[in-house]
């Protein structure tokens, strides 16, 4: 059987889970996801304060009394908190990959943080690791639960058919 690392991702958090041989004695059930770690983001974690020194943005006030709008580029370095999430994630991914003989990859991510992702991880992972996408946000879900959805989208198999 092939090895299967399936990555659920959302702008907060990233969990990655194996397809293991099920071990119930359930004739409906051939395979089962086993979650191996996760990891969160801790821009997204942060709020208000203590992210930024100013909660408003885009205001200035003078001397005066008048206020001035600028753009303070929070959007810019929101963007570089989720690059580098991806970056992070992106390492676990090949660490686990390397560590437990992946030979398939399905990352499950919402679209923005999917964008990154390839942008980040595809020139890291070898080239004989087969990588299928599915654009969702699974995160909050059970592992049987996503088994369940990622089975009835035909990304995972059921009944002990080798993926």
Known sequence: MNRCLVTVINGSKARFLTLEPSDELDLDSGFKLVEQ????NPAK????????????????????????????????????????????????????????HIQQLL????????????????????????????????????PSEIYGYLVSKNLLPYRGKAP
């Open 37 to 40: 770690n996760s990891i969160s």
């Open 45 to 100: 974690e942060q709020q208000g304060k203590e992210l930024w020194s100013d909660t408003k943005t885009g205001r200035n006030h003078s001397s005066s009394g008048q206020t001035h709008a600028y753009d303070d580029h929070r959007q810019s370095h929101l963007d570089e908190y989720e690059r580098r999430f991806a970056r992070t994630t992106a390492d676990e991914i090949v660490k686990l990959s390397q560590a437990q």
């Open 107 to 142: 990352l499950v991510a919402e679209p923005k943080i999917l964008g990154t992702l390839r942008e980040t991880v595809m020139s890291l992972l070898p080239s004989n690791l087969h990588i299928q996408e599915l654009t969702k946000d699974l995160c909050k879900l059970k």
